[in-house]
């Protein structure tokens, strides 16, 4: 059973770079022919879609982020990872990792929450 | 970017209610809709999928019906566990967007 497991600090200091890990198991990302994507949720508010990644490495970035935010995968450790430079209050969120299937994403990490902050 | 706004924002109901959840794009989307359900603390859950598919093991009490840029989520005999927010998101473009949610509260 396909299962993804987010990691990383939960507390990243504004202008800083926030770094994020899925871990997926229950299948190996280099021998699948899906997309994975992050996710975000503001807290009390709505989901972002931040950007998605295909396992050859092919990656589509929301605009919105485009220029701060960095989607690769480690096939070795069947992880997928996520950069974003710059953070501002702003960036505080729940993030997701996701598989996306046929478009839609029907697989999700429980979700870890990053809060930027001196 | 494709604004996806849902209507109403948030509602009360009851238990064996059939409620409806309306979804509207800013720009015609085919049938590049999905429906999520999300409960507080959880991740979302895919429940439709090409606007009217529903995902296997969701209960056929939930429907979707609509194309173009008007779409809706309906819940037939609303349950206690069907209380929760809804999101809907379409994938006719990047960036892939949803909508603001649709909070279904018990009355």
């Known amino acids: 059973q396909l299962q993804l497991q987010e990691s990383g600090p939960g507390l990243v200091k504004p202008s800083e770079t926030l770094s994020l890990t899925c871990t997926v198991s229950?299948?190996?990302?280099?021998?699948?022919?899906?997309?994975w994507g992050w996710i975000r949720q503001p807290p009390g508010k709505g989901l972002e879609w931040i950007g998605s990644?295909?396992?050859?490495?092919?990656?589509y970035y929301n605009p919105s982020l485009k220029s701060r935010v960095t989607i690769s995968v480690d096939t070795s450790k069947n992880q997928i990872s996520l950069t974003l430079n710059s953070v501002t209050a702003a960036d505080t969120a729940v993030y997701y990792c996701?598989?996306?299937?046929?478009?839609?994403?029907?697989?999700w990490g429980q979700g870890t929450m990053v809060t930027v902050s001196s | 970017a494709i604004r996806m706004t849902q209507s109403p924002s948030s509602f009360s109901a009851s238990t064996g209610d059939r409620v409806t959840i309306t979804c509207r794009a800013s720009?015609?989307?085919?049938?590049?809709l999905a429906w999520y359900q999300q409960k507080p603390g959880k991740a979302p859950n895919l429940l439709i999928s090409?606007?009217?598919t529903l995902q296997s093991g969701v209960p056929s009490r939930f429907s979707g019906s609509g194309s173009g840029t008007d779409f809706s989520l309906t819940i037939n005999y609303l349950q206690s566990e069907d209380f929760a927010t809804y999101y809907c998101?379409?994938?006719?473009?990047?960036?892939?967007?949803f909508g603001q949610g649709t909070k279904v509260e018990i009355k």
């Open positions: 720009q015609g989307i085919s049938s590049y």
């Open positions: 996701a598989r996306r299937y046929a478009h839609t994403f029907d697989i």
């Open positions: 998101q379409q994938y006719y473009g990047y960036p892939w967007t």
């Open positions: 990644l295909y396992s050859s490495g092919s990656t």
């Open positions: 090409a606007a009217s």
């Open positions: 229950g299948a190996s990302i280099s021998s699948t022919s899906y997309y």
